[in-house]
């Protein structure tokens, strides 16, 4: 059954569902959601554990509506009304893992969530955390697709932790205050495909090439750092707690009216022979509104970009043959 717990959330306010809200990424990104003062409901939607979750939630003093959906019975009571929709369901790697050995289990699950917000929220913004995210995004819009919708601004893979990891080891490296860093990472969100835009920093800073090509590379296995550290116990949770919460921040500012930019793996056609990638976009109240292009590349970054391009190509055909041979 599902259950409403907690209120005191005002009218007009949106909802955002959060698919997948009891795992490891689930558990801190709802607590994070659930401080946003801007959030009046809070859908918390798994297959297991979800009342323990929201319980433990709504006793939080702050504003948001907090709902337990538990089970594909419960799946459209949570996305019912949902203005986003944020998606971390799925099974994380362990040490020795590719994003893409996680393909088979995790495609059919975000088929499967993408295809019951197409018919019941199709107007929602979709934050797709699951990775591959370089397939799962491509799984998303075919799905989508095959819905009759044919805009495909309101999706988006969630890369921002990329930009994240890359700001906080520029500014470890530099001494600058992290707070004025920004970094663009651009490409895909998986090893070589993921590319910080070192020559883009702000404030702007002077690299010798070996930092570039270190600080590059440690962005790039980030990932498999935590992936090693944690010894079996799953991927990086906290820290993509707090660039989801990051991300969804700015779609609820854009939501408002608010011309947002960040980065954002999404259909796109700023690299020829390739439909989607990452790059700073602006997201206005109806999502994607301007791509804003890769910028100035250094020729270390334009190498690669090119590198990117065959490993990109690959996983998206895999992501969009996944669904035209299920059709
Ligand atoms: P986890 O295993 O701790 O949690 C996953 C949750 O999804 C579990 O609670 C599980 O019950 C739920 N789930 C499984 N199938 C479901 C379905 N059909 N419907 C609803 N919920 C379902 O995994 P964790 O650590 O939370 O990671 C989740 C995903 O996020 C993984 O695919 C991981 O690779 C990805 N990830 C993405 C990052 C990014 O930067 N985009 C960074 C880190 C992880």
New binding site residues.
Partial sequence: MSRVMSVRASSNAPKVAL??A?????QPLGLLLKKNPNIAKLAL?????TPGVAADLSHIDTPAQVSAHTGPAELVSALEGADIVVI??????KPGMT?DD?FNT?AG?VR??AEAAAKTCPKAFLAI???P?NSTVPIACEVYKNNDITDLKRIFG??T?DVVRAQAFVAEKKGLDVNKTTVPVIGG?AGVTIIPLLSQVKPSVKFTDEEIKALTERIQEA?TEVVKAKAGA????LS?AL?GARFVENLLNALKGQKVVQCSYVKSDVIKGIDYFSTPIEIGQNGVEKIHGTGPLSSYEQSLVEKSVPELKASIEKGVKFIRVHD
């Fill in positions: 698919l997948g009891s795992g490891g990424i689930g939607y798994d297959l297991v554990g971390p369901a799925g099974v994380p790697r994003r996680l995790n699950i499967d969530l955390i699951t990775n995210v969630v890369t932790l969100h990932g799953g991927s990086a949770t993509m660039a």
